[in-house]
């Protein structure tokens, strides 16, 4: 009887170490940063042969996109040789809030799919201007194995009534990104002036293109920091595009704080980087 009792004590505290354990392991979950790499690769090659054409007024693929130059930024056409370039952006605005507004329901039955306003609307980031530095991130679920390929026109965008509306009343947004590999529509593709890029650059808003979107991340609650390269006289460059999210389905937000410094020890990057992931 007396080991009956015994064991059953034994499991008791078993399981009550396995519940505080586990309770640990969902709080420290539950206030946990998942940092993600929204970027394209490229090549120093492909960046050479796009910089070529632009300096021999090439006729390249103007208002359409290039996968093939991965993730990149941009204050204007880019293709232009103005003033306008990403090495003029404040620090301050490239580490920004972060909104994700996700269309791809809407966008996948239809390459050539154009965000309107009136649709745009319906999402309270687009309707109201937010309080502080913000990023709006559109996802069209826009997808191509092939990341080679030097044109692609046939991709979803935005309507220009949105980029006007987005410059003339959202003043906090500083960047429009988007995972298709440009920003401009049916609507604006064929034009030199009535542009997605002219609109927002010239309103100070800078814009990324081919975001690489492979997980599912939260619709708000997240941080944005973009690392374009210092490049002068260039209207286009890489960037290296990063979020920062709490646990989906949580009402918590990433920010920026002083915190007293503590002595808590880290992972080894030994054990937290695949190397494979990230190239891949």
């Known amino acids: 009887m007396n080991t009956h009792i015994l064991i059953y004590f034994i499991l008791m505290v078993k399981f009550e170490l396995f519940v505080i354990s586990s309770k640990r392991y969902l709080d420290e979950q539950e206030h946990t940063i998942h940092v993600f790499d929204l970027t394209h690769p490229t090549t120093w ?61 809407l966008s996948k039955e239809d390459l050539n799919f154009v965000l309107s306003l009136d649709v745009a609307l319906q999402w309270s980031t687009l309707k109201y201007d937010p309080r502080e530095p913000t990023l709006i991130l559109f996802k069209f679920g826009w997808t191509d194995t092939n990341q080679n390929r030097k044109c692609v026109c046939k991709i979803p965008g935005l309507s ?64 944005a920091m973009a690392m374009p390269l210092k490049l002068i006289e ?34 080894s990057r030994d054990k937290d980087v695949d190397l494979n992931e990230i190239l891949n």
């Open 45 to 105: 090659n492909k960046i050479k042969e796009y910089y070529g054409a632009i300096e021999k007024h090439w006729k390249i693929c103007v208002n359409c996109g290039i996968p093939g130059l991965g993730t990149g930024i941009h204050l204007e056409h880019t293709g232009a040789s103005g003033s306008m370039q990403p090495a003029i952006i404040p620090s301050e605005y490239l580490i920004t809030r972060l909104e994700i507004v996700d269309v791809s329901y």
């Open 160 to 223: 220009y009534e949105l980029a006007e509306w987005i410059a003339a009343n959202l003043s906090h947004v500083v960047g429009v990104a988007t995972d298709a590999p440009s920003l401009e529509s049916d609507e604006t593709r064929e034009l030199t002036t009535r542009t997605i890029s002219n609109v927002l650059g010239k309103s100070g808003v800078y814009m990324i293109e081919n975001v690489n979107i492979r997980r599912r991340l939260p619709e708000r609650g997240c941080m």
């Open 234 to 267: 260039a209207s286009y460059v890489p960037t290296r595009l990063t979020a920062f999210c709490p646990p989906r389905h949580s009402d918590l937000r990433v920010s920026i704080a002083l915190k007293k410094q503590s002595r808590a020890s880290t992972a």
